[in-house]
């Protein structure tokens, strides 16, 4: 399962050079080293995969549209990428830890994330995000790459505990032209740590296509540091599914890191802050829309007589309640009065602190002033 060595010239070519288990039209393929990852897959697991990534994309909808009409500061779309989320998520042992990016929505609610914990931190409330003790899972991670370090830190402190345990760190295709991912790696290997690396590949970081961020498949570069990667087809939920099983299996049985490359494609924009008309040829959208990872799942068990309209119906009906759910959390959430972030920073009364808050009142009161 090494990756491809040979330079990539195009998305078409990019696609070739993938390991997975069903293709585009939904057939199923068979491959050598990923079947017996999946070997007890079922069509009641297969279902509750489309069900994930149907909730998935409604979620998404919804955050884009929350942010549209005034409620969220901020969204990061991951329309496209359902299957390279869910697909891994649900592969992760309940004790394992994961240190997300930004933009892994179906990650934490494959962790468990209740409504409100989607909306939270893009509106700003009190909390920050969610629980990480109860998700298992830190706060998403604005900095690029940065959790890739933050991963091994904790990789390296489960080693020394010797828990069950396995970290693994989720970034795009940008973050690996940081330093910090680059670095985690070495440390990762120099210390043979239970880490789990994945890179979903979406080809674009903002406006910069994966091209010019890298001429060979990024999945090449792990090898170099001394560890074992693989390649698959992000938009393959059955492959990712294998693939992080894989990983993870190498991790916890004290082989050390392992790095996954999901090649997807981010069908929206990079965040609700960005037109990618301006630099995305819409030919190559529409390229990727006959790739999609939930019907390619439906075609794959339809075939088979294992989803009906029934079940596909079901499903959607799961996911425009969670829907519900999000959007009746996001706007009853009462905001907390704006001095009140001085709250809690000193067990005693602080000088230098009571300064700034003054200043920063009377900086409120001038838009009162205005007004």
Known sequence: MSPQTTPITDTAQDLELVERLMAPDG?????????RFVADVDAVQLRALHRDMVVLRRIDAEGFALQRQGQLGLW???????AAQIGTARALAPQDFVFPSYRETGVIMARGAEPADFVRTWRGEEGAAYDPDRLRCAPMQIIIGAQSLHAVGYAMGI??????????SYFGDGATSQGDVNEAMIFASSYGVPAVFVCQNNHWAISEPVSVQSRYPIAGRAPAFGIPSLRVDGNDVLACLAAMRWALDHARSGKGPAFIEAVTYRMGPHTTADDPTRYRDPAELEAWRTRDPIARLE???????????????AAQADADTA??????????MVTREPLAVFDGVY?????????????????LRSFEQEA
């Open 76 to 82: 990061a779309p991951c329309q496209g990428q359902e």
């Open 299 to 313: 075609a794959f068990l339809t075939a088979r007589g294992e989803l009906d309209d029934a079940q596909i119906a």
């Open 347 to 363: 067990a005693e009364p602080h000088t230098g602190l009571a300064r700034e808050r003054d200043a920063y009142a009377a900086y």
């Open 159 to 168: 080693q020394r505990e010797q828990t069950d345990e396995v970290a693994v």
């Open 323 to 332: 829907a519900r759910e999000m959007r009746a959390a996001c706007i009853g």
């Open 27 to 35: 057939t199923r393929l068979t491959h050598p080293d990923l079947d």
